[in-house]
């Protein structure tokens, strides 16, 4: 059952397009109102102009091999960096490079309003880097004036080269000042070593040792300068654990590239500098009791404890080396020299003054390395290709903006649509029924009122009720869809009749149907005069006796069916009621509405008018009430051969179409039963919507006019008889 209730709520791409040209009119309209909206869109949006610049990064770490000059400057250890891409483009888009743009661009900018201008500008900026491995970097900027556009993505350039000539700036100042201290120190511990060793001779009379540890010597050459290296390093580690130690050193630089033979102190000391004058840049800006500067003071402080920790595990580890080599010189120097004290007092004192003599020396060269690096600094960024960009304005795109328009404006009434026969539920057209039952279809009527009213456009969504359709749409001169649509329906009602040589030639139906203002006295009164005009002799009997709509739209007298009923009229030719414009056809009126309908239609009388008439017509049609919430219909249908069950298209649920029979039994008696859909829609599915555009030649509408004054005599005329009557 689900299966078939989606395959029912289906909206085949057919169905979608005949709907589609059927209401063209709301194309138009919704792409009229989309495509002024666009008009407005582009009228009122402030046109945007963009410029595009591209620039290089440097990359300091693998130093300037091309060039003979620069060979000397790649071991600056204070200054190598390298430059992750993604740090440097979020460097370029930072808050800190922007503001001092916005500073640059109004000098009267201070507090939120210069943080609002440096958003603005991060708004508008974007910075992409071309590829994981390459260092060249986009840079495209949108702004309402061309020249405002160039000057802020120039500014931007610029402010970003400043920023790290900055940065290079600070750090060799800091590092030149922890080179002089360092070196000022050493100085005097030289000058003391040097005092104690012409102290020691004198006081000894020793003037030269070579000849007696010249065996001493060659053997402990190479043990000697292992323990020279690993002392060189244990005091660098001790200067630098002391400077740790110090809390008054807390917003000192550390030394780089100390010649510790531990890379990972080494990346946490180049670390510790980097975060450190990154905290001091940020306090320019803001005070100590920002959470952010108190977060970084974290950071350095806990970094600092890691860097210590490292250290002292690093001084233990050369203890140990030096602890193993001291051993072996020991040995050796026992067994080669015949003087040990003295030979091994000046040679720990040489020693001394040798390890600091070569940390001295290599302090001396890197002063000088780094005096040099401050005039031979370069700009972070190369500019390839400079701020440029066309004249016309990249935002808003007119052809975009009206071709969006265009296609939103398709894309609104074929959406509506689709949902409106999705969520339909309800009998569309002849294939819903056919689908959905095996009940004879007998035909379909369209819909007589207004086509593209907003209550027909609403109602399937059950906020409207489509117009009633009443009164007579058929004639002998009328070129309508409905008209034509009775024709057919008449066509097919005489393709089921019974033999004419029988007995019961004609035929009786019953006009049924299960709700009401389903269209059963406009189908039935029109499917009258229909045969009527096509030469049968029709009756038509009013047996709704409880609105009588067919006898109020007829205007009949008020002596009816229920006066023979009643037994006041035996005679019922008495109570007919005739119309000259259709000689073919009787009417037998409701009459007055009775208070006991159902009781006075089970009266055997009911059954003997209508035994009596077959004799005298060809068809009889009779109207009844809605059946299933009245009995008035089951009680005619046991008089009658056939049910005509009428449908309103929009109105029926398609899903109880098989809850429908086509052949009833009611007493014993089967009852076939067709089906008729009413109110359907004239759309370009349908065969009658040529007939709005069909033209009579002028001697067709002149023998028309003459009928149509005829019959309007032959009117006045049986009115005046009726009057005098």
């Known amino acids: ?31 009229m109102v989309c495509l002024m909206f666009a008009m407005y869109y582009l009228a009122t949006t402030p046109k945007l102009y963009t410029r595009s610049a591209t620039i290089m990064i440097r990359d300091e770490m693998q130093g300037n091999n091309s060039s003979e000059s620069g060979n000397e400057f790649s071991q600056l250890g204070f200054l190598k960096q390298n430059n992750n891409m993604t740090d440097v483009v979020r460097h370029i888009t930072s808050l800190d490079v922007l503001m001092e743009v916005s500073h640059r661009l109004d000098s009267t900018l201070e507090g939120d309003a210069l943080i609002f201008r440096a958003l603005d500008i991060q708004g508008a900026l974007s910075v992409d880097a071309v590829g994981d491995k390459s260092m060249i970097i986009d840079l495209s900027y949108s702004d309402n004036s061309v020249d405002e556009t160039e000057k802020v993505l120039t500014l931007i350039l610029q402010t970003y080269n400043d920023k790290c000539l900055e940065y290079k700036k600070v750090m060799t100042q800091n590092t030149s000042r922890f080179i002089d201290a360092r070196l000022e ?5 030289l000058n003391i070593v040097d005092d104690s060793i012409a102290v020691y001779k004198s006081s000894y009379g020793i003037t030269d040792l070579e000849h007696v540890s010249d065996i001493y010597l060659r053997q402990q050459s190479e043990s000697d300068t292992e323990i020279m290296k690993l002392t060189s390093q244990r005091q660098m580690a001790e200067y630098i654990r002391e400077l740790l130690e110090d809390e008054s050193s807390q917003h000192q630089l ?4 100390s010649g510790i033979s531990n890379n990972g102190i080494e990346s946490q000391i180049s670390l510790y500098n980097n975060m450190l004058l990154e905290l001091q840049n940020h306090l320019k800006y803001t005070s100590e009791q920002n959470p952010l500067i108190i977060h970084q003071q974290d950071e350095i402080k806990s970094l600092r404890s890691k860097i210590l920790a490292s250290i002292i595990n690093h001084i233990h580890s050369i203890d140990i080396q030096l602890e193993s080599l001291v051993d072996y010189y ?7 020299t015949s003087n040990p004290s003295q030979a091994k007092y000046l040679a720990t004192i040489e020693r001394e ?14 002063k000088e390395e780094n005096d040099i690096s401050i005039t031979y600094q370069v700009e972070n960024a190369q500019v390839i290709d400079i701020p440029h960009g066309g004249y016309k304005p990249t935002s808003p795109k007119k052809t975009k903006v009206l071709f969006a328009a265009l296609l939103m404006g398709m894309i609104f009434p074929v959406t509506f649509l689709f949902l409106r026969a999705t969520m339909d539920e309800t009998v569309r057209d002849r294939y819903d029924v056919e689908r959905n039952c095996n009940i004879p279809f007998l035909g379909e009527v369209p819909y007589s009122g207004r086509e593209h009213s907003l209550e027909s456009l609403l109602m ?13 749409v058929v004639g002998p001169d009328m070129l309508n869809a409905s008209n034509e649509a009775f024709r057919v329906l008449r066509n097919n009602m005489e393709s089921i009749q019974t033999d004419k040589s029988s007995a019961n030639s004609s035929k009786v139906y019953l006009i049924k149907s299960t709700q009401i203002e389903v269209g059963r006295t406009f189908v039935g009164m029109n499917l009258a005069l229909t045969k009527a005009i096509g030469g049968k002799h029709v009756l ?3 047996c709704d006796l409880r609105q009588a709509s067919a006898s109020r739209l007829w205007r009949t007298p008020l002596l009816g069916l229920t006066d023979y009923l009643s037994g006041e009229e035996r005679d019922y030719r008495k109570l007919l009621w005739h119309q000259d414009d259709y000689p073919m056809l009787d009417v037998l009126p409701a009459g007055a509405l009775p208070t006991n309908p159902t009781e006075m239609l089970q009266s055997p009388l009911l059954g003997q008018l209508i035994n009596t008439v077959r004799q005298h ?10 059946a299933g919430i009245l009995a008035d219909a089951d009680i005619i249908e046991n008089l009658v051969d056939c049910t005509l069950f009428i449908i309103r298209a929009g109105r029926f649920n398609r899903h109880r179409l098989n809850e429908l029979s086509p052949i009833e039994v009611i007493n014993g008696t089967t009852k076939p039963q067709y089906i008729i859909l009413n109110g359907v829609s004239i759309n370009a599915r349908y065969g009658y919507a040529y007939l709005h555009k069909y033209e009579r030649s002028e001697e067709d509408k002149k023998r028309v006019e003459i009928s149509r004054k005829t019959i309007l005599l032959n009117k006045i005329i049986f009115r005046k008889r009726q009057n005098q009557s």
């Open 254 to 257: 550390l030394l780089v590239n």
């Open 460 to 472: 399937p969504l059950g906020f409207g009720k489509k117009a009633k359709s009443s009164g007579i």
């Open 330 to 336: 020991n040995e050796a120097t026992t067994k080669v």
């Open 353 to 366: 003054r040798k390890v600091k003599e070569s940390l001295y020396l290599f302090l001396l060269q890197k």
């Open 617 to 626: 017509y060809d068809s009889i049609i009779i109207d009844s009430p809605a």
């Open 185 to 189: 120190m050493l100085e005097q511990e």
């Open 1 to 31: 059952m689900d299966n078939k209730k989606s395959t029912d709520s289906f909206v085949s791409i057919s169905d979608l397009w005949h709907m589609c040209i059927a209401h063209w009119r709301w194309f138009v309209a919704s792409v």
């Open 540 to 542: 038509f009997i009013d």
